[in-house]
Nanobody
Framework: VQLQASGGGLVQAGGSLRLSCAAS????????MAWFRRAPGKKREFVAA????????DYEDSVKGRFTISRDNAKNTVFLQMNALQLEDTAVYFC?????????????????WGQGTQVTVSS
């Protein structure tokens, strides 16, 4: 399995970015996908997740109402639309794939990881 994340960059507070993660190597729709992030000096933390079917999603409290996770199973890609970005959202963002259709919120529940994409929010 390979995961390739993209879409990070530098954005002003209040702005938007859309991250993408392209997957290959196995049947994409069978597996839950998630986004995690690691801010400077902090541990990797859960951001959002979606089931293999795309029907069910979940979010970390601080991003609820601002971030939206979605997936296109025909294109083997998961997205993270990030709106109303805040300084605290600055981090390296990682996509991850679980070995099950249902998602989890812990780092150790995911077997495959993308390389990370930097998101920097400036004032």
């Amino acid at each position: 399995v390979q995961l390739q994340a993209s879409g990070g960059g530098l954005v002003q507070a209040g702005g938007s970015l859309r991250l993408s993660c392209a997957a290959s190597g196995r049947t994409f729709s069978r597996y839950a996908m998630a986004w995690f992030r690691r801010a400077p000096g902090k541990k990797r933390e859960f951001v959002a997740a979606v089931t293999g079917s795309g029907v069910k999603t979940d979010y970390e409290d601080s991003v609820k109402g601002r971030f939206t996770i979605s997936r296109d199973n025909a294109k083997n890609t998961v997205f993270l639309q990030m709106n109303a970005l805040q300084l605290e959202d600055t981090a390296v963002y990682f996509c991850a794939q679980r070995d099950y259709g249902s998602y989890g919120k812990n780092v150790n529940e995911y077997s495959y990881w993308g390389q990370g994409t930097q998101v920097t929010v400036s004032s």
